[in-house]
C-alpha cells in the first residue's frame, strides 16, 4: 500500500523560510516522479512542483519559480520542498503525490498524502 | 497555459438521480491527457479517471469520463451518498498542468 506523509508545516513570517518533507513507502521510490500540489484555505487545487525519479528533471510553476526548490533523497525515500521568500499568497495545505508520467514534464498524481498546512503571516 | 472551467459550480442532486459534470478547455488538451480527482471534506484528493475515460483502481462503473479536445465530462450514472463531493479535471496534455475550480455535488 502507498503511504506518503507530509511533515514540516507551521507558521511561518513573510519573506521567511520552510522545508516541507514526504516520507514515502509502499513502492519503489526511486522510479516514480513525485510532486506537490498546494490548496489554499476554501479554494482549489494548484500544481506546484514535480521532479522525476532520477531527479535529474524539475518543473515548477511559474508562482513559484525561483523562490521554492523540490528534492529527492532516495537513500531515505523522502521528498522534499524548500520553500524561500515565502508570500501570504503560498498559505496552503500542501500534498505530496505520486506522479504518473505521460510524457515528460506530463504528469497525473495516483497518490496523495493527507497533506500538511502552511501559514503565511507576522 | 491551458485554463479549465469546470461546470456548473454546483450540482444539487437527490441520490440515484444522474450527475453530469463539465470540464471545457482553452486549448486542446494533447491526447486527452485529462484527469478527475474526487475530494471530499478533509481528505486528500482521490484519482477518479486519467487518460479522459480511464478509470483509476477502485471506483465503481457507475463514473465514467468521456470527450476530447477542448470538452471533457465526468458522469456518474446514479449517485450514491458516498459520492456527494467536490471533483477536480486537471490537464497534463501541456505545461503548466493545471487543474479546473471544482464542481461541487451536493445533497438536494
Redesign the interface.
Known amino acids: 500500500e502507498v503511504q506518503l506523509l507530509e511533515s514540516g508545516g507551521g507558521l511561518v513570517q513573510p519573506g521567511g523560510s520552510l522545508r516541507l518533507s514526504c516520507a514515502a513507502s509502499g513502492f519503489t521510490f526511486s522510479t516514480f516522479a513525485m510532486s506537490w500540489v498546494r490548496q489554499a484555505p476554501g479554494k482549489g487545487l494548484e500544481w506546484v512542483s514535480t521532479i522525476s525519479g532520477s531527479g535529474g528533471s524539475t518543473y515548477s510553476a511559474d508562482s513559484v519559480k525561483g523562490r521554492f526548490t523540490i528534492s529527492r533523497d532516495s537513500s531515505k525515500n523522502t521528498l522534499y520542498l524548500q520553500m524561500d521568500s515565502v508570500r501570504a499568497e503560498d498559505t496552503a495545505i500542501y500534498y505530496c503525490a505520486k506522479a504518473v508520467r505521460a510524457a515528460a514534464g506530463r504528469y497525473h498524481f495516483d497518490d496523495w498524502g493527507q497533506g500538511t498546512l502552511v501559514t503565511v503571516s507576522s | 497555459e491551458i485554463v479549465l472551467t469546470q461546470s456548473p459550480g454546483t450540482l444539487s442532486l437527490s441520490p440515484g438521480e444522474r450527475a453530469t459534470l463539465s470540464c471545457r478547455a482553452s486549448q486542446s488538451v494533447?491526447?486527452n491527457?485529462l484527469?478527475w480527482?474526487q475530494q471530499k471534506p478533509g481528505?486528500?484528493?482521490?484519482?477518479l479517471i486519467?487518460g479522459a475515460s480511464s478509470r483509476?483502481t477502485g471506483f465503481p462503473d457507475r463514473f465514467s469520463g468521456s470527450g476530447s479536445g477542448t470538452d471533457f465530462t465526468l458522469t456518474i450514472s446514479r449517485l450514491e451518498p458516498e459520492d456527494f463531493a467536490v471533483y477536480?479535471c486537471?490537464q497534463?496534455?501541456?505545461?503548466?498542468?493545471?487543474?479546473?475550480?471544482?464542481t461541487k455535488v451536493e445533497l438536494k
Open positions: 494533447n491526447s491527457y484527469a480527482y481528505q486528500a484528493p482521490r484519482l486519467y483509476a477536480y486537471q497534463y496534455g501541456s505545461s503548466p498542468l493545471t487543474f479546473g475550480g471544482g
